[in-house]
Nanobody, 121 residues
């Protein structure tokens, strides 16, 4: 069992920045591939970024060049640095972990409860 707790969400103006954190607990937390997904009102949950234990990462096209995912294995924490935020980035951001390398939300093993990011235009 892995517990995930996100933090760092909030209200920011367009063009601003935020840093999200997700702390994972559980004996095997550090073994997992870590993910960020987001879900905007009325939309399906979508992949944002992922990072393996060794630092390989992938981003969705919509955030590439603006978001940076990183992880601290010693702290079992994954981060999402977001710059040049746009109104369309407004969503609940979820942390997830999986033994699989996938952009499919259904492939995740554990989820956090999410943190709300609101970008005012």
């Amino acid at each position: 069992q892995v517990q995930l707790v996100e933090s760092g969400g909030g209200l920011v103006q367009a063009g601003g920045s935020l840093r999200l954190s997700c702390a994972a607990s559980g004996r095997t937390a550090s073994r997992y591939v870590m993910y960020w997904f987001r879900q905007a009102p009325g939309k399906e949950r979508e992949f944002v970024a992922t990072i393996t234990r060794t630092g390989d990462n992938t981003y969705s096209d919509s955030v590439k060049g603006r978001f940076t995912i990183s992880r601290d294995n010693a702290k079992n924490t994954v981060y999402l640095e977001m710059i040049a935020l746009k109104h369309e980035d407004t969503a609940v951001y979820y942390c997830a972990v999986s033994n699989n390398w996938s952009q499919d939300p259904n492939a995740m093993d554990f989820w956090g409860k999410g943190t709300l990011v609101t970008v005012s235009s």
